[in-house]
């Protein structure tokens, strides 16, 4: 069964002007994790206020646990959660506070309210800074705060908008942890993302979203065979380059590329580890010694690329709307080039 | 029935950040008491009043209504700042009826009113106010005060969630309510004014709240009466009409936007 089903979703802004959503499908299937990755811009965001309830599409249907987005929004947010970088909590209370304060809002009453802020508190091991203003807590703590309070009516359908996006490494970590557990309690999640390693790690199958539309769409080894198989690489000093190449035109069999920046020899292998070894072994018998050795295989950047033709870069500086920023840019960038 | 218990809950929201933060309620009932302060001792000596008891008898009416009339200045930030940082998104995912966030706001701003007036009064008080109409019309009077704050409150509304920045809501509001307080008969009387500006007093919300005031606390008015207009020689009906306007007209517009808020 399709937990959640999205469909031609547009979405203009500025009297049409700017397109964030221009045709946008896509499904989850029930108890599963879909990832939805793309740079900043793409429609992320838009696509998870739709289906939350919080934005009307100009046209296009929408569904979430089989219940229609736009004709009943209300019986949707009985069974929904949002959580992410446009949800927040009150930063001036306790993270107790804000949990009782939402367990209400779900209509628990006072006393299940507070038993259900404790749970959670556990459970996301919050339960020493519960008493704590959430202003003092790191960037982790309010993240996983944040997670809880979506968490309060145990909903069937989780939307995690972009959930470590400014996070520390050991905060990710922390955060990727907890969601795996919430995956295992069988939640259906739709989780937006502009980490290519994130939605590797979490998702079981993975939408690539550019400009408004999915462009692909399939488990990330479905998108990495896309892109091509592996490629063996090799890195040599600058005077052993040509013989390098030879031999991996020998064992590849097709096209070779040679990196002289990166003193690189590459080319797609079929064979996979055979051809690896036996790289190895003819570069021992020329007597050549490679700095590296090894077989790639395609990283979500490289689908990235190969389908949208850009990098998706993770911190893309946005250009400033407003002139005045702009103009103090241009002027320190000037600055800095003096020095 | 849940949507009073939703709203409830949301003010309850606002209480207790008075309670985790308590320096708010510090520095909003400090700036009144210090109005008190600076009106009755800077301009008390230099405008005549011709009420027993002086200057301050007048002045504190029209210091409650000043402040109460500022109250749209903290709905307007309070809601710009939930807005901005994402707690209206969350709330408005949530299953509670419509007009809980806003009502609950404004119900959280008229509980705050109550201390403030109290502080103000007790303030007043030992700098020599002494309303003499009586137990009943001196809460009279502050009631009225109440409720004018909780329809000032869903202009506030409006202005919180039509800025894209709390600091704009906070110009915003002190642009237009400042001059509107001054332009009253709060402070000094109107006949000093240039003949246009004492009608555009005359009719002023705040001259005729003011006004009002004065006579429930017990005072004669005189510093309103510059054209014998319905608005000077009927100020509590007036200021009725005033309220349930302001809140007939602001209310369904204001939770009207509150659905849409996010909308764009």
Known sequence: ?339 | MTAITDALVIMKRQLLQLVRVPEVLIFSTIQPVMFVLLFRYVFGGSISSGQPGGYVQLLMPGIFVQTVAFTLAGTAVGLAADMQKGLIDRFRSLPISRGAVVFGRTLGDAALNVVVLGVMGFAGFVVGWRPSSGFVHIVFGFLFLLVFGFAMSWIGVIIGLSVREERVAQNLVFISVFPLTFLSNAFAPTTGMPKALQYFAEWNPVSTMVAACRELFGLKNEFGATAGSFPSSHPLVMSLIYMVLIMAVFMPISIRKYIKAANK
Do not use: C
Request: aromatic share 4%; hydrophobic share 40%.
């Open chain 1, 1 to 339: 069964m399709k937990s959640v089903i999205a469909e031609n979703l547009v979405k203009t802004y500025n009297k049409g002007s700017v397109r964030a959503l221009d045709g946008l499908s896509l499904e989850v299937e029930e108890g599963t994790v879909l990832g939805v990755l793309g740079p900043n811009g793409a429609g992320k965001t838009t696509t998870v206020r739709i289906l939350a309830t919080l934005l009307n599409p100009d046209s296009g249907h929408a569904s979430v646990g089989g219940i229609d987005v736009l004709k009943s929004p209300s019986e949707v947010r009985k069974i929904i959660g949002l959580s992410g970088q446009y949800a927040a909590v009150d930063e001036t209370l306790t993270g107790w506070d804000n949990l009782v304060m939402f367990g209400r809002l779900y209509h628990l009453n006072a006393n299940a309210a507070k038993a259900r802020a404790e749970e959670l508190l556990e459970q996301f091991s919050l339960s020493e800074s519960g008493k704590r203003p959430i202003r003092t807590y790191s960037g982790g703590m309010r993240r996983r705060l944040d997670l809880a309070a979506s968490l309060i009516v145990k909903p069937k359908v989780l939307f995690l908008d972009e959930p470590t996006t400014g996070l520390d490494p050991r905060g990710r970590q922390e955060m990727w942890g907890v969601i795996d557990e919430l995956v295992k309690g069988g939640v259906t999640i739709l989780l937006t993302t502009q980490y290519l390693e994130e939605a590797d790690q979490l998702a079981d199958e993975i939408a690539v979203i550019d400009h408004g539309k999915v462009i692909a769409r399939g488990t990330s080894d479905q998108l990495k065979l896309q892109v091509g198989g592996e490629r063996l690489e090799i890195i040599v000093e600058n005077q052993h380059l040509n013989a390098t190449n030879e031999i991996v035109a020998r064992i590849s069999g097709s096209a070779t590329s040679i990196d002289e920046g990166m003193r690189q020899v590459s080319a797609p292998v079929t064979t996979g580890s055979k051809a690896l070894i036996e790289a190895a072994r003819a570069l021992d018998e020329a007597g050549i010694h490679p700095l590296d050795i090894g077989l790639k295989r395609p990283s979500l950047d490289d689908v990235f690329l190969s389908l949208t033709g850009h990098v998706a870069e993770e911190k893309k500086e946005e250009e400033p709307t407003d002139p005045r920023e702009k103009r103090r840019r241009i002027k320190e960038a000037k600055k800095g080039a003096k020095k």
